[in-house]
């Protein structure tokens, strides 16, 4: 039981951090085309929030080096996602972390596998 909900937690978290990286790259040139789209920090939020509720349930049942990873990971998305909303600059922490996370969850995933 612990591995299929581990397992579905990693996927939950490779999923979202790739929606998110994606959206991260793939936006600002959509904001280039007069589309009237513009930049929503919250969706970032939601994101990142996703991918907390993920690593929370991860954390605790996994080896220390890949809980580093995915903990320092979910802090540079934090801190990039925080600095947007309230300072309103974009840091380039958010890619950093995305793949972090990605990394995190797949190295997790294939240590559950075995």
């Known amino acids: ?3 299929t909900t581990s397992s579905f937690y990693d ?3 490779i999923s979202s951090a790739t929606i998110c ?3 991260c790259l793939i936006f600002p040139l959509l904001t280039i085309l007069p589309l ?3 930049h929503n920090p919250f969706v970032d939020l939601f994101f990142a929030t996703i991918g907390l509720l993920a690593i929370l349930k991860i954390v ?3 080896s220390i080096l890949i809980s580093a990873i ?3 990971s979910m ?3 934090w801190i990039s996602v925080l600095a947007d909303i309230i300072l309103e600059i974009h840091l380039d922490l958010l890619y950093i ?3 972090g996370m990605i990394v995190g969850h797949l190295l997790n995933y294939k240590l559950h596998k075995k």
């Open 11 to 13: 996927i939950l978290g």
């Open 1 to 3: 039981m612990k591995k």
């Open 70 to 72: 995915l903990v320092i």
């Open 97 to 99: 972390g995305g793949v």
């Open 36 to 38: 009237g789209l513009s």
């Open 75 to 77: 802090s540079l998305i």
């Open 21 to 23: 990286l994606v959206h």
């Open 60 to 62: 605790n049942k996994t």
